[in-house]
């Protein structure tokens, strides 16, 4: 017998990264389904585009001489090229609708769905590794499109039963944001007032967890936080702190009159009037579609992240709030969000190409559901296994098998070498609702033994007695063989 070897690596998984059980992995599949009928009722087609993408495809998160992989995990190809795991869906749409351009019909609308990854730190929560569900609308300026991605943003939170109330889609504009900073002497177009512009956005999107004063804090001098902790401020005059107070707080304010609170901020900007006419444009078009404010409404906080945002940017927030398993309260807060990014596939051509989007965090909507109970109810059970009685009729119990799977019905046969006891231990521990049980008294009778596995757990705990287990011989029976699939589909209907 061979010696193993003594350097045995050690089972683990690697940081960031997590192993996903099979209740879950049904639950998001079922998930996606409803979500993809969504995005297809509003006519969006699917795309598939490769997890790797050359390196300098994915724009700001290209790597430098010293650390290839900040922000992203790459590696270098056999011809000395930076390939990348791709850090999102919308780098590669871009790369597509560029190598396509000129035989995709104007505007191209696509919708995506898979893993992507990041090499961020982790934390509790946030993976390296997660799904994300996008739809893009490439080649229209129109604002309509941005309309659009807000109601079929909210169209989809409900068919997956997130009820009104629950929710909101939170609308801002990045050319709002520019004006109201060029209002305070900071210019979003100057690299010296990068770093600057930077510090506003991230302590404006911090607005719901800080409050005001906080906010206000990282505007000015900076903020020390409980831990003793110091986060540097923007360094802004307390004019110029009062303004940017005054343009987070005004969608506070009911309906058109926020906006109209901010329009006298940007008033002396281009930028600025130009984001607010479109921000007034989307409400018109999402209240004709009959999404009211308390679906649809614009929200002076968000920001986000990424650099490639030129227009109306959005969030999908859920705002109801549950009790995790300890008592303590959870929100999930945003499970999506997007905007508009006009200038990303001229990167590839040079050509100004408008596009609009928006993406869904899979993982963290699907346990949003979980709290919610509105995960749709998966089948619970394993497969019906069929127990060797005897290794020497295997093509007869293989044939058992296939039939119930011919039927429809989830079925294997034992595949192990163990006997009668450990069998049905594996039936238990792959979750069976029943057993086929064949010995060679059953099979000169031409019938089969069904056990109940689902029923025989039930009478086990009223059972104490074992001479009255052995005379209820609870849960199981016999029938002829031809009869086997109409009585196991009546035990699964018995148990739903």
Not at 234 to 257: H, N, Q, Y
Not at 328 to 345: A, E, K, P, Q, T
Not at 421 to 447: F, H, L, N, T, W
Request: some cysteine; glycine content about 10%; overall charge neutral.
């Amino acid at each position: 017998m061979a010696k193993l070897p003594s350097n045995r690596p050690e089972a683990r998984t690697p940081r960031g990264f997590r192993d996903i059980d099979p209740a879950e992995i049904r639950a998001e599949t079922r998930m996606l389904g409803t979500i993809r009928e969504v995005y297809e009722s509003y006519g969006f087609e699917p795309l598939e585009t490769p997890a790797i993408e050359y390196t300098d495809a994915l724009g700001k998160f290209l790597p430098d001489q010293d650390r290839p992989n900040e922000g992203v995990f790459s590696f270098q190809d056999d011809d000395e090229q930076w390939l990348s795991l791709r850090y999102d869906l919308t780098a590669p749409l871009a790369r597509y609708v560029a190598q396509n351009f000129d035989k995709l019909p104007k505007p191209f609308r696509r919708y995506a769905t898979g893993p992507v990854w990041r090499n961020e730190k982790p934390g509790p929560g946030r993976f390296r590794q997660f799904t994300q569900f996008d739809a893009d609308t490439v080649g229209t300026e129109s604002v309509a499109a941005d309309a659009e991605i807000c109601m079929l943003a909210a169209d989809t939170m409900e068919r997956l039963g997130i009820a009104r109330g629950q929710y909101k889609i939170k609308v801002n504009n990045r050319k709002l944001l520019d004006g109201v900073l060029l209002a305070i002497g900071v210019d979003p177009a100057a690299d010296a007032d990068a770093k600057k512009r930077l510090t506003v956005l991230r302590a404006v999107d911090k607005l719901d967890r800080l409050g005001t004063e906080g906010v206000s804090r990282l505007l000015g001098t900076g903020r020390k936080d409980e831990s003793g902790d110091f986060t540097a401020g923007a360094g802004l005059a307390p004019d110029a702190i009062e303004t940017m107070l005054k343009f987070v707080g005004a969608s506070a304010v009911d309906g058109a009159r926020a906006l109209d609170l901010i329009e006298p901020l940007v008033s002396g900007s281009e930028t600025g009037r130009a984001g607010l006419a479109e921000l007034r444009q989307i409400a018109e078009l999402v209240a004709s579609g009959g999404y009211d404010r308390d679906r649809i409404a614009f929200d002076s906080t968000v920001v986000r992240g990424l650099e490639y945002y030129t227009g109306p940017v959005f969030e999908a927030e859920l705002t109801f709030e549950v009790k995790d398993e300890d008592g303590n309260i959870v929100r999930f807060g945003s499970v999506g969000g997007g905007g508009r990014y006009d200038d990303l596939v001229a990167r590839f051509t040079g050509q100004r190409v408008p596009a609009t989007g928006f993406s869904i965090g899979v993982s963290r909507l699907a346990a949003a559901l979980r709290y919610l109970d509105k995960s749709e109810k998966v089948q619970a059970h394993g497969p019906v296994v069929v127990l060797v009685m005897d290794k020497g009729e295997l093509p007869r119990y293989q044939r058992l098998a296939q039939t119930l799977r011919q039927a429809g019905i989830r079925a294997e046969m034992y595949l192990g070498t163990s006997g009668m006891k450990p069998q049905m231990k594996y039936a238990d521990k792959r979750g069976a609702p029943c057993v086929i049980i064949q010995g060679s008294q059953e099979r000169e009778k031409g019938e089969v033994q069904i056990k109940d596995l689902i029923d025989g757990a039930k009478a086990a705990q009223s059972i104490t007695d074992n001479k009255e287990w052995k005379a209820a011989r609870p849960a199981q029976f016999s029938v002829p063989e031809a009869e086997m699939v109409a009585a196991v589909k009546g035990v699964l209907a018995r148990h739903g």
